[in-house]
Nanobody, 117 residues
Framework: VQLQASGGGLVQPGGSLRLSCAAS????????MGWYRQAPGKQRELVAL???????TYADSVKGRFTISRDNAKNTLYLQMNSLKPEDSAVYYC????????????WGQGTQVTVSS
């Protein structure tokens, strides 16, 4: 499984970005996919997660501002980020969790999001 994240960049506070994560390879039996972020000096944290059934979970800090979605036909995960704040600045990573006789986790390479005026 390969994950290719894109869509990061520099945006002003209050602005929007949409991240994409294209999955390829043996991507069946997915349990969930998610977005995580890691700011300098901090641990990687969950931002949003979507299960194979479509249930979503969000970090409290992004509820009401971020929306996770998945296009199964395109094998692509999205994160729509609105009302961005400087504290949202981080490297964003996508993750795929699947069960193929055992649990496996795959990570994308990360995309930088910087929120600054």
């Amino acid at each position: 499984v390969q994950l290719q994240a894109s869509g990061g960049g520099l945006v002003q506070p209050g602005g929007s970005l949409r991240l994409s994560c294209a999955a390829s390879g043996s991507i069946d039996s997915i349990n969930y996919m998610g977005w995580y972020r890691q700011a300098p000096g901090k641990q990687r944290e969950l931002v949003a997660l979507i299960t194979n059934g479509g249930s979503t979970t969000y970090a409290d800090s992004v509820k009401g501002r971020f929306t996770i979605s998945r296009d199964n036909a395109k094998n692509t995960l999205y994160l729509q980020m609105n009302s961005l704040k400087p504290e949202d600045s981080a490297v964003y990573y996508c993750r795929l969790n699947q069960y193929v006789g055992e649990l496996r986790n795959y990570w994308g390479q990360g995309t930088q999001v910087t929120v600054s005026s």
